[in-house]
Nanobody, 122 residues
Framework: QVQLVESGGGLVQAGGSLRLSCAAS????????MGWFRQAPGKEREFVAAINWSGGYTYYADSMKGRFTISRDNAKNTVYLQMNNLKPEDTAVYYC???????????????WGQGTQVTVSS
């Protein structure tokens, strides 16, 4: 069982930056790939970024490449999402999730956090 708690969301102006954190419980964190997803009002939850268990491989949705960076610290059981040059369309609830399998498909993820709100004003 893995419990995930996101933090770091908030209100920021367009062009600004935020760093989200996701703290995981349990001693098996390093065996999970981790992902970030987001869901805007009235829209489906979408993939943002993912990182494999070691941090050696990362994946991004095309619209986030060059602006968002995912990283992890297995010693701290934490995964991060650095978001730069934020745009109003990045406004959403951001979720972290853990997977023992694939990383790109939302259905591959076994555990989810409760989400953190990110609001980008124009």
């Amino acid at each position: 069982q893995v419990q995930l708690v996101e933090s770091g969301g908030g209100l920021v102006q367009a062009g600004g930056s935020l760093r989200l954190s996701c703290a995981a419980s349990g001693r098996t964190f390093s065996s999970y790939g981790m992902g970030w997803f987001r869901q805007a009002p009235g829209k489906e939850r979408e993939f943002v970024a993912a990182i494999n268990w070691s941090g050696g491989y990362t994946y991004y949705a095309d619209s986030m490449k060059g602006r968002f960076t995912i990283s992890r610290d297995n010693a701290k059981n934490t995964v991060y999402l650095q978001m730069n040059n934020l745009k109003p369309e990045d406004t959403a609830v951001y979720y972290c999730a853990a997977s023992r399998g694939g990383l790109r498909n939302i259905h591959e993820y076994d555990y989810w956090g409760q989400g953190t709100q990110v609001t980008v004003s124009s």
